[in-house]
């Protein structure tokens, strides 16, 4: 009569399931790759508090006092002049694309006015559709810059009302943190369903047997391919209305830009989309390797791409890695023509690098195409 439990049996069926397991290569580095990659990213890479932030000056006279205001605050570290005196209009291109974070606006007779003792004004304008990145730099930036004309005066501290600090938060005044999710949510919930709906698509021909009906009808790789991609494209407008409405309707969310831009920058992002999860079911083996490869690439979109944590706040190497994805360029665009109204002009090279990842993933695509089956 058999045991219920034999330890022989049992040591046997440990020993069938590590074989297993060490066959399936693609499960067996996700169990590793995985708490690596976490641990790694929310280690290093994220940052709530970002420093360095560009900022642009618009100042037509560089006397003392404006160079010691804007030493002052780049000594806190929040601030990084990456333009320096250029004019308003290009200082607003700037903002508008995205360039710089800060705009500090200095008038030309500011130091004439501080020896006066006539309270010069000094402007600072914010880009603040993620509330988390202007916000530690905001907050000390009266202070800082008081303190700089403080030091350039030769004085302890300058009276009160001595310098006034305008501070103007553009694009999200009231830092309604929606406005910055919610458009970023449209981005994301396409790549979750439209990568990993295609790679499932081809990998599920393969397991059912039914790949050797696509081979053997007269239809080249190309038409193969787009026959796969092109009905995915109808599900992803069918969502983007869906979250657009919703932005809309339930959260307030502002529109401000061109609908048709959205629409095309929607059209690249999916097509994109569809052709990487192409291209991840030519490489999975089953469906549940092309559901964890697709797992594998959207979680480091979601920590890199700017979606959860400010992108400006990621070490120099993160963001190179977030650069390498089309989330991060995508929620580039959406923001900023949903909330700052920008032009073709204005993300023209956001819509340059969607339109390369379609070239590469098409390219990969075919590439990994096999006529014949193993």
Known sequence: MNRILSFRRLRAMLVKETIQMRRDRVTFAMMLGVPIMMLILFGYAINTDPKHLPAALVA???????????????????????????????????????????????????????????????????????????????????????????FEQGTVAVPPGALNVIVHKLYNPEGITQYNIVPGLLGTILQMTMVMMTAMGLTRETERGTMENLLAMPISPLEIMLGKVLPFLAVGAVQMTVILIAAKVLFGVPFVGALWLLLSGVLIFVMALVLLGYSISTVAQSQMQAMQLSFFFFLPSILLSGFMFPYRGMPGWAQVLGEALPLTHFLRLVRAVMLKGAGLADVQSTVLALIGFVVVFAGLALSRFRRTLD
């Open 60 to 150: 037509p006279t560089q006397d003392r006092y404006t160079r010691a205001i804007v030493t002052a605050l780049e000594l806190t570290g929040y601030y990084h002049f990456t333009d320096i005196n250029v004019s308003a209009d290009e200082a607003d291109k700037l903002l508008r694309r995205g360039d710089v974070s800060f705009v500090v606006t200095i008038p030309s007779d500011f130091d004439r006015r501080v020896d006066r003792g006539d309270s010069p004004t000094l402007l600072v304008e914010a880009d603040a559709t993620d509330p988390s990145v202007a916000s530690g730099a905001v907050s000390t930036l009266s202070t800082v810059a008081q303190q700089g004309l403080a």
